[in-house]
């Protein structure tokens, strides 16, 4: 599985049936995450590392976080789940461990969510328009390597509809993702991994 199967959010509808699924990895989340910039910066270079980094790459990656700060970051952040040790490799004589994002992935659980702060959620929508970002940088250097076509598509409608024709088109939508979403985990390898990413401002 990639590492780009990160983000899920919970959009309510009629009988609270509209769960849709961006990807199979989100089992909780912790909005801690959000509020420290430099998890943050550790969570943006791991996203689609399916191999992981270490402690000595992601230095080079932030190189304006001190080594021993990076060190604490990534402790606490292997202590809340957030990541997670995918292997162990030897170099010199040194045994270096390798990070990765923890594969039960992160959720935001509903009354965590109605209990957050402004300023927290914003912070989780910048992390998830910094993960499309991160992505979409990955598929367009992915893109120059072979000399392909750049296929990406954006869309923005604003649709005037009452509250529930809008459930509908919540649950009709949510039933497309989830057929296709199922259709997808039948495939085991990576090759035709696509993001499709939605936000729905009600």
């Known amino acids: 599985?990639?590492?780009?199967?990160?983000?899920?959010?919970?959009?309510?509808?009629?009988?609270?049936?509209?769960?849709?699924?961006?990807?199979?990895?989100?089992?909780?989340?912790?909005?801690?995450?959000?509020?420290?910039?430099?998890?943050?910066?550790?969570?943006?270079?791991?996203?689609?590392?399916?191999?992981?980094?270490?402690?000595?790459?992601?230095?080079?990656?932030?190189?304006?976080v001190p080594q021993a700060t990076l060190y604490r970051h990534v402790n606490a952040m292997l202590q809340d789940s957030l990541l997670k040790v995918v292997r162990l490799q030897r170099v010199g004589k040194v045994e270096e461990k390798i990070y990765a994002l923890n594969t039960s992935g992160y959720k935001i659980k509903d009354e965590d969510w109605a209990s957050a702060t402004y300023e927290e959620k914003v912070n989780f929508v910048s992390f998830y328009f910094m993960y499309i970002l991160q992505n979409y940088k990955n598929y367009h250097e992915k893109l120059i390597t072979t000399d392909s076509a750049d296929k990406a598509t954006f869309s923005l409608v604003k649709l005037n509809l009452p509250d529930e024709t809008f459930h509908s088109f919540q649950s009709e939508l949510a039933t497309l993702l989830e057929k296709y979403y199922a259709l997808s985990m039948e495939k085991e390898d990576n090759e035709n991994k696509r993001t499709v990413s939605l936000v729905i401002i009600p």
């Open 1 to 64: 599985m990639a590492q780009d199967d990160i983000l899920q959010k919970r959009l309510s509808g009629p009988g609270d049936v509209t769960n849709i699924l961006f990807n199979e990895r989100i089992d909780k989340m912790n909005l801690d995450l959000f509020k420290n910039q430099i998890r943050f910066k550790i969570a943006l270079e791991l996203i689609d590392r399916d191999n992981g980094l270490s402690i000595m790459q992601l230095n080079k990656l932030l190189s304006d």
